[in-house]
T-cell receptor, first 114, second 117 residues
Framework: NAGVTQTPKFRVLKTGQSMTLLCAQD?????MYWYRQDPGMGLRLIHY???????AKGEVPDGYNVSRLKKQNFLLGLESAAPSQTSVYFC?????????????FGDGTRLSIL | AQKITQTQPGMFVQEKEAVTLDCTYD???????LFWYKQPSSGEMIFLIY??????QNATEGRYSLNFQKARKSANLVISASQLGDSAMYFC??????????????FGQGTELSVKP
């Protein structure tokens, strides 16, 4: 049972570099999400997707882009990394329309920007 | 605006005792769901329990129960018979049910629980 898989688990970047975080889910979920977690602030939504080919902005979208070309994958891109983007990034997925269904989370990606 | 507040940054509890973690929320939507997640030091997010705004009874899952007081807009997590493995960060989250909400969750700041032997 893979569930939600995030790649990579750790990464160190230099300011100005770009990278893509990959999220893959094998539960056939329609909805997918990217959050960031910073100390003392809980999880904040960056972008989300309600289906293949659709994306929308969350609470903190600036500096990030996303794509959902396939239902099972949701990519988070940083075009020009900044130290303020040092964080732990979580991907999650869920079914629509089933009220008590939780979001299922990946194990997170720890990203440091120097 | 929707908001979740957890006012206890850290808490201690003696092993085998019960503990209550506070969560208050603010929303104008009559239909919503409340979730609690556990995040151990290893970092993963583990779903614990769910309460729907129209549920008549408080949710329970094993040693976890939810003290849901709708009029006060609170959804406190009660952990009975604490175990050392319960030491973790706990997050309260809310999901609004509108068709265009995309199932988004709004998280509180979290409460770090430490269980003492």
């Amino acid at each position: 049972n893979a569930g939600v898989t995030q790649t990579p688990k750790f990464r160190v970047l230099k300011t100005g570099q770009s990278m893509t975080l990959l999220c893959a889910q094998d539960m056939n979920h329609e909805y997918m999400y990217w959050y960031r977690q910073d100390p003392g602030m809980g999880l904040r939504l960056i972008h989300y997707s309600v289906g293949e080919g659709t994306t929308a902005k969350g609470e903190v979208p600036d500096g990030y882009n996303v794509s959902r070309l396939k239902k099972q994958n949701f990519l988070l891109g940083l075009e020009s990394a900044a130290p303020s983007q040092t964080s732990v990034y979580f991907c999650a997925s869920s079914y629509p329309g089933v009220r008590n269904q939780p979001q299922h989370f990946g194990d997170g990606t720890r990203l440091s920007i120097l | 605006a929707q908001k979740i507040t957890q006012t206890q940054p850290g808490m201690f509890v003696q092993e085998k005792e019960a503990v209550t973690l506070d969560c208050t929320y603010d929303t104008s939507d009559p239909s919503y769901g409340l979730f609690w997640y556990k995040q151990p030091s290893s970092g993963e997010m583990i779903f614990l329990i769910y309460q729907g705004s129209y549920d008549q009874q408080n949710a329970t899952e094993g040693r976890y129960s939810l003290n849901f007081q709708k009029a006060r807009k609170s959804a406190n997590l009660v952990i009975s018979a604490s175990q050392l493995g319960d030491s973790a960060m706990y997050f309260c989250a809310m999901r609004e049910s509108g068709w265009n909400q995309g199932g988004k969750l709004i998280f509180g700041q979290g409460t770090e629980l430490s269980v003492k032997p």
